[in-house]
């Protein structure tokens, strides 16, 4: 690398970083306006808190995909020790190349949200932790459907129509493989679909499904904890819609320049006053699924001085209770049953060789083909 072509772009770098500092400073009233200092001290009731995370892994081969998924959960009183909950792998064999990404990614997810519906139905828990966004979790129904570039895709209908068949079936599915303590990323009725285009589909249905149930059962024990986020609402919401800058920078950026612990005066995500039409419209998309949110709060807190800021989404107002609760089960500003799940979770590319070896698979890859 010729690394005068970095030095030659330091000059128009330094400048824009200044901009937004300085940008960030004059909106400092702003800042302050939604954003509740507190120590987060005291006691009171001690909240049980749930949490878990999944990941997967695959090799490419010829003619086939090798994937490994897994879910690992944990429960953590307020004051006592983590203890272990329930945690699933499954192999299996995708062909043929179709969405594997997408199927791939889906499936990990229905594990993480069997993982939480297990530990909600099973577990004497107040609050359950998913590792990521909930409006993330909503955004993912629209893959099949919903709104692209601004026009209505017409095979939204599809996944409707097999919605309406099969939700009761999976459902049923669902709740027995809860029994069984089965995690299964896809349900016997999803695995049992004869034609490729309908379970593929099926699997869509499935996720649907499984929101449906936490969200409908559960929804005041069950939030979104997250370390990054790339939305930009909060000063729209309260700049007027905001400078230039202010309309890219994400919250979480400008939030982190906060010094001290607090957390941020929550929006409602499903409050069309309150924010833009693509984020209302991606909430009230799932209506056409029987599935009415009024509320997701979208909120920030740094919960340790030396800490980043964490996005945390909820579908009911969270109180200083909640965040004293948080802070002590978290290390370093962040929720400890998160950091441990997500370090037990991993699946390595040696744990996909040895899940190779134990299945017998010595087929040619893909990257072993010389042209």
């Known amino acids: 690398m010729k690394y005068f072509y970095i030095l030659s772009k330091k000059e ?3 400048k ?3 901009r937004i500092k300085r940008e960030i400073d004059y909106k400092r009233q702003i800042l302050e306006e939604c954003w509740i200092s507190c120590n987060f001290q005291g006691n009171g009731y001690h909240y049980t808190f749930g949490g878990g995370d999944g990941s997967f892994n695959r090799i490419d081969y010829i003619d086939l995909c090798l994937y490994l998924v897994g879910s690992v959960s944990y429960t953590n009183k ?3 020790k983590l203890e272990d909950s329930i945690s699933f792998w499954e192999p299996g064999i995708v062909i043929p190349y179709r969405y594997v990404d997408y199927r791939l990614k889906l499936y990990m997810i229905n594990m993480e949200l069997k993982t939480a519906l297990w530990n909600l139905e099973n577990r004497d828990i107040d609050y359950y932790l998913f590792d990521g966004s909930l409006y993330s979790l909503i955004i993912q129904t629209h893959t099949y459907g919903g709104r692209i ?27 027995e493989d809860i029994r069984n303590n089965s995690l299964t990323p896809v ?6 679909a004869g034609d490729e285009k309908l379970r593929i589909t099926l699997e869509q249905v499935e996720y649907i499904v499984l929101l449906g149930e936490i969200f409908n059962k559960y929804r005041e024990k069950f939030l979104g904890i997250s370390k990054t986020s790339k939305m930009s609402i909060y000063f729209k919401k309260y700049n007027n819609n905001g400078t230039s800058i202010f309309k890219t920078i994400p919250d979480i950026g400008i939030f982190s320049s906060i010094e001290g612990t607090g957390y941020s005066k929550p929006i409602n995500l499903a409050d069309k006053n309150e924010i833009d039409y693509n ?8 209506k056409r699924f029987d599935l009415h ?4 709060y979208y909120q920030f807190a740094r919960l340790d001085n030396r800490a980043g800021v964490l996005n ?3 579908f009911k107002r969270l109180d200083e209770k909640f965040f004293i609760n948080l802070r002590d089960i978290s290390v370093g500003g962040y929720p400890y049953i998160l950091r441990r799940s997500h370090e037990d979770v991993k699946i390595s590319d040696k744990d996909m060789e040895f899940c190779a070896k134990l299945l017998k698979l010595y087929d040619t890859r893909d990257r072993d083909i010389v042209i």
Do not use: C, F, M, Q
């Open 312 to 314: 945390i989404t909820s």
């Open 12 to 14: 128009e770098i330094s």
């Open 279 to 286: 984020i209302y419209y991606s909430l009230h998309y799932l």
């Open 78 to 80: 307020a004051g006592e």
């Open 293 to 296: 949110i009024p509320e997701l």
């Open 149 to 175: 570039n601004g026009e209505i895709r017409e095979d939204y209908k599809d996944i409707l129509e097999y919605y309406r068949d099969y939700k009761r079936e999976i459902r049923e599915n669902i709740y």
């Open 16 to 18: 824009l970083i200044e």
């Open 187 to 192: 349900t016997t009725t999803v695995k049992n």
